[in-house]
Nanobody, 127 residues
Framework: EVQLVESGGGLVQPGGSLRLSCTTSGFIFDDYAITWFRQAPGKEREWISSMFSSESKTDYGDSVKGRFTISSDDAKNTVFLQMNSLTPGDTTMYYC????????????????????WGQGTQVTISS
């Protein structure tokens, strides 16, 4: 059974940091790109960052570039999202997702490309 479980969300003050984790199971980690999205109520799901750890390949959305860093612990089939310089605009639910990546072209970033999703973790930035 394919599973993705997010953790690490919470409440932090503006300017603070959080590290989200996406622990995966049920598929061959080395063959999949793992991606972070976020979605506020009533808005479309926004792509944040993707990683294909087998080739150390990463990509970031413009809204988080320079503030967020994606990384992985391949031995634990886990992908992390280090989020720094957080603002209230970063407040929302964060989801990770997995998509088979064939080592050609850009990393997946469109929701229809993804086979499996986690349940999400809430991030709240507030003073």
């Amino acid at each position: 059974e394919v599973q993705l479980v997010e953790s690490g969300g919470g409440l932090v003050q503006p300017g603070g940091s959080l590290r989200l984790s996406c622990t995966t199971s049920g598929f061959i980690f080395d063959d999949y790109a793992i991606t972070w999205f976020r979605q506020a109520p009533g808005k479309e799901r926004e792509w944040i960052s993707s990683m294909f750890s087998s080739e150390s390949k990463t990509d970031y959305g413009d809204s988080v570039k320079g503030r967020f860093t994606i990384s992985s612990d391949d031995a634990k089939n886990t992908v992390f999202l280090q989020m720094n310089s957080l603002t209230p605009g970063d407040t929302t639910m964060y989801y990770c997702a997995a998509a088979r990546y064939w080592r050609i072209g850009d990393l997946p970033r469109h929701t229809l490309e993804f086979d499996a999703w986690g349940q999400g973790t809430q991030v709240t930035i507030s003073s």
